[in-house]
């Protein structure tokens, strides 16, 4: 079991950059690939990046290769997503997500944290 929690959501205008975090409990944090996730009002839920267990290997969406970047901390038990360059389509309410084993483009997480908003103002 594997509690994930996010931070680091906001408002930023067009251009802008935001750093998303997201908190794992428990001790097993290295056997899971983790990822992000959001959902903007109206849409589905699509993957946004992916990141192996131990970092190496890292997925992205089309739509954020270039400006966004998957990272961990396994001391801390921490995923990261820094994002740059942000444009009004990115508002999305962003989640965290694990999945146990190596799937760095994840597509059915075995956890999902709770969400953090983010939201880009043109």
């Known amino acids: 079991q594997v509690q994930l929690v996010e931070s680091g959501g906001g408002l930023v205008q067009a251009g802008g950059s935001l750093r998303l975090s997201c908190a794992a409990s428990g001790r097993t944090f290295t056997t899971y690939s983790m990822g992000w996730f959001r959902q903007a009002p109206g849409k589905e839920r699509e993957f946004v990046a992916g990141?192996?267990?131990?970092?190496?290997?890292?997925s992205y969406a089309d739509s954020v290769k270039g400006r966004f970047t998957i990272s961990r901390d396994n001391a801390k038990n921490t995923l990261y997503l820094q994002m740059n360059s942000l444009k009004p389509e990115d508002t999305a309410l962003y989640y965290c997500a694990a999945r146990t084993g190596f799937v760095v483009k994840i597509t059915n997480p075995d956890y999902w944290g709770q969400g953090t908003q983010v939201t880009v103002s043109s």
């Open positions: 990141i192996s267990p131990s970092g190496v290997a890292t």
